[in-house]
């Protein structure tokens, strides 16, 4: 039987049930912690939804309104249309969360013992960061459960000796659709497609190339009826979002006392360091106020780069921690990040060194998406990062730890056991 034709047989029914305490769970806190009235962003993934009903998605120019992808409201404009109340759409993470898991198990399984996968997954699935997540109309849980989609699509590629079709067309939606949903992978594509011609010239890699070719390139296709939107709009190629440059803008800030984090307009508006730029492109249209941003940034960049680099060092210590913040208190609430994070990445980095010692022993598969989700947060952490842009790659991670402790460190410890005592002949001649 064909590889494609039994791309999830095999999975127990009983791992649905074995994990079901987690879809219980993701629901109570859904429905406990679910707010009445919108929260930050919610409001405005609504509205794109409510646009697509009405047959489009962002005002004419030069209103344009293009800060995030239509991936996440074209999923919840389905409930709408159904007329489910908004409590579905937060409902909705609960089982794109559980969903996810069940694909992640699959994907643990692939390298490691039953016993092993599952207890790796509910390792994942108690990584309580993301909880907070849950009963939000954000796309984080969306995100998350895309990741584990392309985590397991991109394994069974790599996996097989030939190229199977469906499983190439499969991944590349999925990663097409992760970038619909999150534009700054749409910019990961391009740069694995270079990446992957550049490879497919030398012979190591040759034939995992071969396919890294194909499935970006048919994923950055998936990509162009947004982009031929985006330009129908903006008479600019290869535009994806508008939401970046004021990102890169506070990133790139110069001020002593600023670290990088993200302000909104309000904020900037009423801070004396950015007065007299905001009041500058205050009358600016969308497009003509993003330019802006983007030669602003590149200013500051250029006349201050050891200040950008302080500010990318504090980047990345909010992108994994949730600090440090500028002129913010931090809290007893900032453990809840720390804490979790902090043995994550102390494992991952120790991990990392194991594997380059034995890189010849991690299949390609996880080296493809290592490069994957690397890009991604190297490119977050050059704006202004908040830690749920890490939360979502720990589908990956998980994988990438269990591989390792499994396929690589146990089984050295296995031939070469730990406090053994070599013994040696000598010639006495």
Known sequence: MKVEKKLFSGLNNTIYYKLSPFLFLYLVICILFAKSAFVGDEERYVMFANNLLSGFYSQAYPNIDLRNGPGYPLLIAVLLFFKFPFIALKLLNALLLYFSLIISY????????????????????????????????????????????????????????????????????????????????????????????????????????????????????????????????????????????????????????????????????????????????????????????????????????????????????????????????????????????????????????????YHKKIPDGIMWLFLFILIYLLGSSLVSAYRRMFYITMPFWFLFISYVLNNIISVNTRDKPFCSTEVHEIDAG
């Open 106 to 357: 699959k994907t643990f399984s692939i390298y490691s013992s039953k016993k092993s996968s599952y207890l790796c997954t509910i390792l994942l699935g108690l990584y309580f960061p993301i909880f907070e997540m849950i009963p939000l109309i954000l796309t984080e849980s969306l995100a998350w459960f895309l990741i584990s989609l392309v985590c397991f699509l991109l394994i069974k590629n790599y996996q097989q000796k030939t190229i199977s079709w469906k499983l190439v067309i499969l991944a590349s939606l999925s990663i097409a659709y992760l970038a619909m949903t999150r534009v700054i992978f749409g910019y990961v594509i391009l740069l694995m497609l270079f990446i992957s011609i550049f490879l497919f010239l030398l012979p190591r890699f040759r034939s995992s190339a071969k396919k890294s070719i194909f499935i970006f390139f048919l994923s950055f296709s998936f990509c162009l009826p947004w982009l031929i939107y985006t330009y129908s709009l903006t008479n600019k190629v290869f535009y994806w979002t508008n939401s970046g440059s004021m990102s890169l803008y506070t990133m790139s800030t110069p001020y002593a006392n600023e670290l990088g984090d993200w302000h909104n307009s309000y904020d900037l508006q009423l801070n004396p360091n950015h007065r007299i730029f905001m009041d500058s492109i205050s009358k600016l249209q969308p497009l003509e106020r993003d330019e802006a941003y983007k030669r602003a940034a590149i200013g500051n960049i250029k006349s201050h780069p050891k200040k950008f680099l302080s500010n990318w060092i504090a980047n990345v210590g909010r992108l994994l921690f949730s600090y440090p913040y500028s002129n913010t208190q931090q809290t007893i609430k900032s453990y809840f990040t720390i804490l979790p994070n902090m043995f994550i990445v102390v494992i991952i980095v120790l991990l990392l060194a194991v594997s380059i010692v």
